[in-house]
């Protein structure tokens, strides 16, 4: 049996991808005292089905922080606080800046008010991309906040990641690649990718709770691939019949303008089309040895995301 660890963990951003991924983690090791904090109605109703004995909270950290609004009092004798929570796609620059600055500001006001010793802050590499969008910039905002708010704190900038629960990305890709007779791929598909499983990343979170970490680290891929050959190993993992069509760059940017036209929360858009191609090759670190945990063969971790059967056919809300 799993001895009970001691300690308060409290995760924002709870029902996302990496929250979903970290908490069954976590509860393996024997963390019971967890709460997990998100707005996203739905994702939540997931969240609680799985894992019905930690403490959820439907909550929008942007509304504030006080004694009175639900959430904030849950850092009261909080041991580690995780920052997963980010606004990651969508065309509204507004919601960029209210997810991932003004939430940010309303959490680390509580965090400081309620003394929470340590922080695993989860940032991105796109940080270090030369990339130009809403995210991009709004993440820089994000990390910049956390750094100067004077808490002990880790910082893990992870690449485009993948896992149980992806519903954006790799994981919409994959659904999407299931269900038409042609997958369309812009231009070459020759842009260098560096995916990092999401179970692989989370280990790295609980390695660095348990041993308090601090600094700032790249969490990259250990594999490089290009994109095409990314989906290949996607469409071999999920069994999809969809053929593999380059298309040219332009016609790809057009569908996806028209797209955004139609659908209010595209789950891929003009600026991700952007990031997909900017050349960026980010810092490879040892982090397997830096963290003590075994990097997952990328073929064996898209086999786990996609042939699970209790995690891999649950799909997030957008």
């Known amino acids: 049996m799993t001895e009970a660890r ?17 908490i069954p983690r976590l509860t393996a090791k024997g963390f019971t005292e967890i709460v997990a904090i998100d707005k996203h109605a739905t994702n939540v109703k997931i969240l609680k089905k799985y894992h019905p004995a930690i403490c959820v909270l439907h909550k929008d950290l942007a509304e504030g922080s006080s004694p009175v609004d639900g959430w904030s009092e849950q ?17 509204d620059p507004k919601e960029f800046v209210r997810n991932n600055v003004v939430a940010t ?11 929470v010793p340590y922080i695993v ?20 905002a994000q990390e910049t906040l956390v750094a100067a708010c004077g808490i002990p704190q880790v910082v893990l900038r992870p690449t485009l990641m ?8 790799i994981g919409w890709l994959a659904r999407f690649m299931q269900r038409v007779p042609v997958f369309p791929i812009p231009g070459s598909g020759r842009f260098l990718r560096q995916p ?33 050959d990314l989906i290949r190993a996607v469409k071999k993992a999920t069994g999809a019949k969809a053929h593999i069509q ?21 789950a891929f858009t003009v600026g991700q089309l952007k990031a997909l191609i900017t050349p960026d090759i ?26 699970d059967p209790t995690y891999s056919q649950v799909a997030l809300d957008f």
């Not at 001691?6 to 970290?22: C, D, F, S």
């Not at 959490?107 to 008010?113: G, H, N, V, Y």
């Not at 380059?246 to 595209?266: E, G, M, T």
Request: aromatic letters at 10%.
């Open 6 to 22: 001691k300690g308060k963990v409290v995760i924002t951003g709870a029902a996302g991808l990496v929250g979903q991924n970290l």
């Open 75 to 91: 850092l009261i004798g909080c041991d580690a606080l995780v920052i997963a929570h980010a606004q990651i796609g969508g065309v």
């Open 105 to 115: 500001e309303r959490l680390l006001e509580a965090a400081i008010r309620y003394k």
């Open 121 to 140: 802050s989860i940032s991105s590499s796109v940080v270090n991309s030369m990339a130009v969008d809403n995210y991009t910039e709004t993440k820089k």
């Open 162 to 169: 993948f896992g149980w629960f992806d519903r954006k990305h």
């Open 196 to 228: 990092l499983f999401a179970a692989d990343f989370c280990e790295i979170i609980v390695s660095s709770i348990l041993a308090q970490t601090t600094g700032t680290y790249n969490i990259t891929g250990q594999e490089r691939i290009d994109y095409i």
């Open 246 to 266: 380059r298309v040219p760059y332009s016609l790809f940017w057009a569908l996806l303008k028209i797209n955004a036209q139609l659908d209010k929360n595209p």
């Open 282 to 307: 980010f810092e490879v670190i040892d982090w397997p040895g830096i963290f003590r945990i075994r990097a997952t063969p990328l073929q064996q971790a898209l086999d786990t995301t996609f042939r």
